[in-house]
């Protein structure tokens, strides 16, 4: 068999839902952007706690204005990169190669944007949460798959009070929680994680990243 063949018919590792370490831990992950004000904001809050979390990026996001300054900014506050796909197109359906070609267009994007051909991205999440063949794709070029459960809804609303109470819920110790700073209008989402994170904070608990194991 070529290497191309071995590599479509090798099951991937399991996608990844755990955080690193023990006890009251969590790790944030953010879907969809870079996107503005909203990342702008989010990237302030986790440099001021010191937290680092998994960014999952969307290629035409990072060329859209403002998205590669603000990549760069997650490069160098040491945040950790996912490949979320060039457009966020469900590719549950897709055929192998048009699968690879896009996520290979989105690491050449990152890597364009960051100018650097070696930065990380060891991740992969699938748009829409619509798996197919994508994870195997993700797996064949060097990439694991995060496969986030507790999520918030933040795409159906942005009030306050509600993402507020469903973040408190969905941050479940040892687990990866997900919200998001892009797909749209996402202030009502970090007002959400700054003040469950601050909360969470005062009662001892750590935040860190995927357990890749």
């Known amino acids: 068999m070529t290497e191309s063949q071995v590599a479509r018919s090798s099951t991937p ?8 370490g023990v006890g009251l831990v969590s790790a944030l992950t953010f879907d969809d952007g870079p996107n503005g004000e909203a990342t702008e904001r989010l990237l302030d809050f986790l440099e001021d706690r010191a937290i680092r979390a998994t960014f999952c990026v969307i290629g035409q996001n990072v060329t859209a204005p403002g998205g590669a300054e603000l990549l760069q900014r997650m490069v160098r506050a040491g945040h950790v990169l996912c490949n979320h796909s060039t457009t966020h197109v469900d590719m549950g359906k897709w055929e192998w190669d048009a699968i690879e070609a896009d996520l290979v267009n989105t690491l050449q994007i990152i890597r364009d944007a960051v100018g ?19 994870g195997l794709v993700a797996a064949a070029l060097g990439m694991r798959s995060l496969d986030v459960i507790n999520v918030i809804d933040d795409w159906v609303t942005q009030d306050v009070p509600t993402l507020i109470s469903k973040l408190r819920t969905a941050m479940r110790p040892s687990e990866l929680v997900l919200t998001h700073d892009g797909g749209g209008d996402r202030e009502g989402t970090v007002d959400a994680v700054i003040a469950i994170v601050t909360e969470r904070l005062a009662e001892g608990w750590t935040f860190t990243l995927p357990l890749d194991n």
């Open 116 to 134: 650097d051909e070696d930065v990380p991205v060891p991740y992969f999440r699938a748009p829409h949460g619509s798996w197919g063949q994508t």
């Open 13 to 20: 590792s399991a996608p990844i839902t755990a955080a690193q």
